[in-house]
């Protein structure tokens, strides 16, 4: 009987020793087909979990380093030139699309790029590549290699118009005289339309930042005027005001041509007269004439008469300039009346030099 126990009981150890190896080996298999389908993940985008793709978006905003006053901002169309450490085949150059974002290698997702820093890129793409588990320690470096807000549009009534290359902050003043200054049409102000980088700026300055601002050509060309300190950014936009010319020939103290303060102003004859420092003594006032472009005349011209004397006095109507309208006031003196009047006709047919054009502020 007791012989028959102790075969029982090692029959029963040696079942127990089977089940548990045999637990053991199915615990190890268990492990290893998971391993196996995690390593499978990380290689295969195809098998790429929502959490791995949301982690291609890199960090959020709030986690990223701040940017540093006067740096510059990545815009769309911006060509970036992108170096990852020991990494040569994703270290190549990147063009910033319509919608502000890069598409780079091993990321499922297309990077957010536009207005960030190149250092702020350069961290969000580390931590993109970090989340992903594509690269443990990734190292990279953003730069700029070509940009196409890095200049400051100018237009309108200046010299040369032109795009004005520029490396960040600029004084106005500065990028206007490299378009050769205002045009001799131009008007009394300058409207500036904000590019990102400047309502960028402004927002870290904590100062007003408008779509748009407007200064005065005459503040702007006082030294002790705060407005003559006027900074522009890349991707501004500056446009001089186009208001017309107006010119004042023959028998006057200051002939030339003068500019209209702006498109809408109201410049009488006996307000143009007053700017041109008067009549001389031999002008013949009551042969005056007003000298306006028309297309329909025959000459491409229309003339005409004014008595000045009238005017004065209020018995005939003190007509309104237009951009372009010549005020002739010829002499009582034959010959000189008539090189007077050939002065007008060279006016007129758009002579270079044939009239000096003051700028009225």
Not at 233 to 259: I, L, T
Not at 293 to 308: C, F, M, T, V
Request: aromatic content about 4%.
């Amino acid at each position: 009987m007791s012989i028959k126990i102790l075969r029982s009981m090692v029959t029963m150890r040696m079942i127990g020793r089977h089940q548990r190896t045999t637990l053991l080996l199915a615990v190890a298999v268990g492990l290893a087909a998971g391993s196996a389908r995690l390593n499978l993940k990380a290689q295969d985008p195809a098998h790429t979990s929502r959490a791995d793709l949301s982690a291609s978006k890199g960090p959020s905003s709030s986690t990223l380093p701040a940017a540093r006053s006067g740096e510059y901002i990545i815009n769309p169309e911006d060509v970036l030139d992108i170096y990852v450490y020991d990494v040569p085949e994703l270290s190549r150059d990147y063009t910033v699309n319509a919608a502000g974002t890069i598409t780079v290698p091993l990321l499922p997702k297309p990077v957010a790029a536009a207005g960030l820093s190149p250092d702020q890129l350069a961290h969000s793409l580390e931590e993109g590549f970090r989340q992903s588990g594509r690269l443990n320690r990734p190292q990279i470096t953003v730069s700029i290699k070509q940009s196409r807000r890095s200049v400051v549009d100018v237009e309108g009534a200046v010299k040369s118009p032109q795009a004005v290359p520029v490396l960040g902050r600029s004084k106005l003043l500065s990028i206007l005289s490299q378009c050769g200054g205002p045009g001799d049409d131009a008007g009394s102000s300058v409207t500036i339309t904000r590019g990102e980088l400047a309502l960028h700026e402004l927002a870290l300055e904590g100062a007003p930042a408008s779509p748009t601002a407007t200064v005065e050509f005459q503040k702007l060309m006082d030294g002790n005027d705060p407005t003559s300190k006027f900074d522009v950014w890349p991707g501004d936009r500056v446009s001089v005001e186009r208001a017309g010319v107006f010119y004042v020939m023959g028998e006057v103290n200051h002939p030339g041509g003068y500019n209209l303060k702006s498109a809408h102003e109201q410049l009488s004859v006996l307000q143009a007269l007053a700017i041109a420092g008067d009549v001389t003594t031999v002008a013949k006032k009551d042969r005056a004439m007003l000298i306006r472009k028309d297309s329909k005349a025959p000459n491409g011209r229309q003339e005409l008469a004014l008595n000045l004397r009238d005017i004065l006095i209020g018995r005939s109507p003190d007509r309104i300039l237009e951009a372009d309208d010549i005020l002739y006031v010829p002499s009582s003196k034959g010959k000189r009346a008539v090189r007077g009047l050939e002065a007008v006709t060279s006016t007129m047919a758009g002579a270079a030099g044939a009239a000096v054009v003051y700028r009225r502020f």
